[in-house]
């Protein structure tokens, strides 16, 4: 049992605090606190009388160290759990630190002004929290999170040796807009614009963006496209998973998506150099997003499912393998639990189980550790019970 503060309340977060409210044997008390405090209020009113969770709410600019040690101080938390903007992490890191507090979050460090996140920023931490006494856990979401979990678990029960991982993030839905983002239209937006790359022998290929095209059948979604993607738990899992020589991630993108989000180039919308307007400096990635769809809001009009998981190759016994590992998420059966699409829930579940497990000590540091490094065993129990079962699949199809 224990206190978790949890920051910021968009859609990941309100997921996550949906299932520490039904986890309440373990959190016993929460605090929300985001920039805009309205949001948590009504997050806390919907909430606080089906649970036997106590939960508080404040309002805190995570870019202000001082404010965060403020509030960590006055709450005592046993865990941070970080579900802000990639934009957030050193500053909550250091009032972590600060505080002698353990921290969890889902993406890694992202300076605001260069679309380029990598770890080594949060790595930088590891000495320090060691001395500190305290744990950090980075990306406990499904990708990165769960992703990495899956790698563990078939690097101890199923392969003496992995040698590829292909990650497989499919998201089937359908929202009926023309265009709009399932999370965070900004941090979306960064990520599917950037140049692709895989992992291999050692170090990253980079491709241009959307440059490497394959198709899969996934089960209960079937036939998609899908696209190579660089994504941050290539970095770490390509230095935790001895014997590794390729690690690639794609994920599903419709026609539609691509065109306008081509156009959107094509005009200067999706720049995150600042330009002038009346006077005004704008970015337009950010004026992008306050004209699209809060993802939010796009709960109650997503049907079809998602399916995300990892194909790994290697050898047993001697024998190659091949071993698939992956779950299927419906959005409407989430939506109709928690009040959230399928790409949220299938964020804030993991980020539940992972301050869960950091805040009952199953997973101890001290250090800054990527999600891999644990023993994967009690979250992949926890998947199963907190709503995210996995399938497992021995003669998988293949991406060529
Ligand atoms: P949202 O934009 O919906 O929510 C972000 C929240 O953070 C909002 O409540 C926002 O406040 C708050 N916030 C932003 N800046 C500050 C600040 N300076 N101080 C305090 N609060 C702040 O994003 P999502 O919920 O979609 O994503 C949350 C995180 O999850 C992101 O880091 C994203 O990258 C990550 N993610 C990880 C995935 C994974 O699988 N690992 C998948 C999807 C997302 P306000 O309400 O005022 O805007």
Redesign the pocket.
Same mark, same amino acid.
């Given at each position: 049992m224990g206190k978790a503060l949890i #920051?910021?309340?968009?859609?990941? $977060?309100s997921v996550a605090i949906h299932k520490c409210c039904q986890n309440s044997d373990e959190f016993q008390e929460i605090m929300i606190a985001?920039?805009?405090k309205s949001?948590c209020d009504a997050l806390k009113e919907k909430l606080e009388n089906t649970t036997k969770t106590k939960i508080s709410t404040a309002q805190?600019?995570?870019?202000n160290v001082d404010e965060l040690i403020e509030l960590i101080n006055g709450f005592k938390p046993d865990v941070v759990l970080n579900?802000?903007?990639?934009?957030?992490d050193l500053t909550i890191m250091d009032a972590c630190l600060a505080t002698k507090t353990s921290y969890v979050d &889902? $993406?890694n460090y992202e300076p605001e002004d260069t679309a380029k996140f990598e770890y080594k920023w949060q790595w930088a931490y590891r000495e320090k929290f060691k001395e500190a006494g305290i744990t950090a856990l980075l990306?406990s979401?499904?990708?990165?999170?769960v992703t990495g979990v899956f790698s563990a678990y078939a690097l101890k029960h199923e392969f003496d040796e992995i040698n590829y991982i292909d990650i497989l993030d499919c998201n089937g839905g359908d929202h009926g807009y023309p265009f709009a983002t399932n999370?965070?239209p900004e #941090?979306n937006i960064r990520e599917v614009s950037a140049n692709g790359s895989y992992w291999e022998d050692g170090h990253f290929i980079e491709t241009k963006p959307m440059e490497i095209k394959r198709e899969y059948n996934f089960d209960q979604v079937g036939m998609k496209d899908m696209y190579l993607l660089h994504h941050e738990e290539l970095e770490s899992l390509g230095i935790n998973i001895p014997g590794i020589k390729r690690i690639r991630f794609f994920m599903t993108f419709g026609e539609s998506y691509l065109t306008y989000l081509k156009c959107l180039e094509d005009v200067g919308m999706t720049s995150i150099e600042p330009i002038e307007f009346e006077g005004k400096q704008i970015v337009p990635l950010q004026f992008l997003k306050a004209v699209l769809p809060d993802? $939010?809001t796009l709960g109650p009009r997503t049907v079809g499912k998602t399916n995300i998981g990892c194909i790994f190759q290697g050898k047993k016994d001697g024998k190659d393998k091949t071993y698939y590992l992956y779950n299927v998420c419906d959005h409407q059966e989430c939506y109709k639990e928690v009040g959230s699409q399928a790409?949220?829930y &299938? &964020?804030g579940v993991p980020a539940m189980i992972g301050a869960m497990l950091i805040m009952n000590g199953t997973w101890k540091g001290p250090g800054v550790f990527n999600i891999e490094e644990f023993d994967p065993d009690p979250f992949m129990d926890a998947l199963n019970k907190w709503g995210l079962p996995w399938i497992e699949s021995f003669n998988p199809e293949m991406v060529p």
């Open positions: #920051i910021g309340c968009g859609g990941v $977060a985001s920039r805009t949001k805190v600019d995570a870019n579900l802000a903007l990639p934009y957030q &889902t $993406a990306g979401g499904f990708d990165p999170g999370f965070n #941090i993802p $939010a790409v949220s &299938t &964020t």
